[in-house]
């Protein structure tokens, strides 16, 4: 059986992220060591599973005008409400999505697929211990919030 899960925009840690940077230049201080700041053209996604059997199957993601979309996964490690990002949290490799110029804006995007695939078999490994798990999503080349449409899919072991 199959399960498709859509990435959602995270507004509420998304702000927190962002207040975190207006406040650092607001009192001219420098970041954490190792800290990892949300930078303007970034947002926070997560994803929340409902079944912890999980195996990668594909990526859908539709890019509503020629554009660049990159996620970069964060460790079970990071708990957002209580601690700041770390460089040392973002897994590797990160999924780089894009739709060129002359491609149909209803054609899936294209992707570095080994890359694509092992970040998808990473997901599905930390989805044995996780309930919910965050996405940095930074959008390029013409991309925002408003014109990414992302979601993964799963087999579902049973």
Known sequence: ??????????????????????????????????ERLLQSNEAVYRLDFSKQSLRFSHWTVRLAQPARLTITATSQLWTPDLTNLMTRQLLEPVGVFWRAAEEASDVPAQCYEADAAELGERIAELAKVRKVMYFLFA???????????????????S
């Open 1 to 34: 059986m199959a399960t498709e899960l859509a990435f959602r925009l995270d507004t509420q840690l998304t702000e927190v992220m962002r207040l975190r940077v207006q406040s650092l230049q607001q009192r001219s201080q420098k970041r954490q060591e190792g």
């Open 139 to 157: 959008f390029a080349e013409g991309c925002s919030p408003e014109t990414v449409d992302c979601s993964i899919t799963f087999m579902v072991d």
